[in-house]
C-alpha cells in the first residue's frame, strides 16, 4: 500500500523554524518527484518546494525562495522540509506528494497534481 505521513508540524513565533518530514511507505522514493504543497483556509494550494526524481534539480516558489530548503534521504525513504524565517503568511496545512510521471520538480509544483499525496501537517505562524 502507498503511503506517505508528514510529520513536524506544530505552532512556531514568527522567525522561528520548523522541519517536516514525508515518510513515505510501499514505493521508493527516488524513483518519483517529490513536492511539498501547502493551502490555508479561502486559498488555494500552492506548490512551496519540489525535488526531480532523476537529477535532484530544486523548485521553490518565490514565497519561500531563501527560507525553506527540501531535501530527500533515500536510505530512510524520506523527504524534508526545513523551514526557517517563518512568517505568519506561511500558516497552512502543508502535504508532501510523490509523482512517478512528472520529471522534472517545477513542473509538479506548478501543476499542484500528484499521483500520491499525505494527509497533511498544521503549520502555525503566530506570536
Known amino acids: 500500500q502507498v503511503q506517505l505521513v508528514e510529520s513536524g508540524g506544530g505552532l512556531v513565533q514568527p522567525g522561528g523554524s520548523l522541519r517536516l518530514s514525508c515518510a513515505a511507505s510501499g514505493f521508493t522514493l527516488d524513483h518519483y518527484t517529490i513536492g511539498w504543497f501547502r493551502q490555508a483556509p479561502g486559498k488555494e494550494r500552492e506548490g512551496v518546494s519540489c525535488?526531480?526524481?532523476?537529477?535532484?534539480?530544486?523548485y521553490y516558489a518565490d514565497s519561500v525562495k531563501g527560507r525553506f530548503t527540501i531535501s530527500r534521504d533515500n536510505a530512510k525513504n524520506t523527504v524534508y522540509l526545513q523551514m526557517n524565517s517563518l512568517k505568519p503568511d506561511d500558516t497552512a496545512v502543508y502535504y508532501c506528494?510523490?509523482?512517478?510521471?512528472?520529471?522534472?520538480?517545477?513542473?509538479?509544483?506548478?501543476?499542484?497534481?500528484?499521483?500520491?499525496w499525505g494527509q497533511g501537517t498544521q503549520v502555525t505562524v503566530s506570536s
Open positions: 506528494a510523490a509523482d512517478p510521471f512528472f520529471t522534472t520538480a517545477q513542473v509538479l509544483c506548478v501543476s499542484k497534481r500528484s499521483t500520491n
Open positions: 525535488i526531480s526524481r532523476s537529477d535532484g534539480i530544486t
